[in-house]
Nanobody
Framework: EVQLQASGGGLVQPGGSLRLSCAVS????????MAWFRQAPGKEREGVSC????????RYSDSVKGRFAISSDNAKNTVYLQMNSLKPEDTAVYYC???????????????????????WGQGTLVTVSS
């Protein structure tokens, strides 16, 4: 059974850091494009970052560029999202996703539609507040 398990969320003060993890089981993603999304209360799901395992190319939304970094450990079948300089507007449920059909990352604005039919984790809540 294909499963994605997101973890690492929690409460952090503005300016702080968190690292999210997404452990994948049931398939290998060496040639896939793995992605992180987030959904804030009352807002639509948005793409945050993506990494193409074929060449390690990455994409980031403008709102997180320079603050977040996506990476992977293929031996552990795990994708990470390092989040630095966190802001209150980063508060959201963060989801990891995979789609075996994607070998390259789509544009960030197109990510939600591209990953609709893919595999999704349960999400982990990140709250940035004083």
């Amino acid at each position: 059974e294909v499963q994605l398990q997101a973890s690492g969320g929690g409460l952090v003060q503005p300016g702080g850091s968190l690292r999210l993890s997404c452990a994948v089981s049931g398939f290998t993603f060496d040639d896939y494009a793995m992605a992180w999304f987030r959904q804030a209360p009352g807002k639509e799901r948005e793409g945050v970052s993506c990494i193409a395992m074929s060449d390690r190319s990455t994409r980031y939304s403008d709102s997180v560029k320079g603050r977040f970094a996506i990476s992977s450990d293929n031996a552990k079948n795990t994708v990470y999202l390092q989040m630095n300089s966190l802001k209150p507007e980063d508060t959201a449920v963060y989801y990891c996703a995979a789609d075996p059909r994607l070998f390259a990352c789509p544009p960030v604005t197109e990510m939600p539609s591209y990953y609709t039919a893919g595999y999704w984790g349960q999400g982990t809540l990140v709250t940035v507040s004083s």
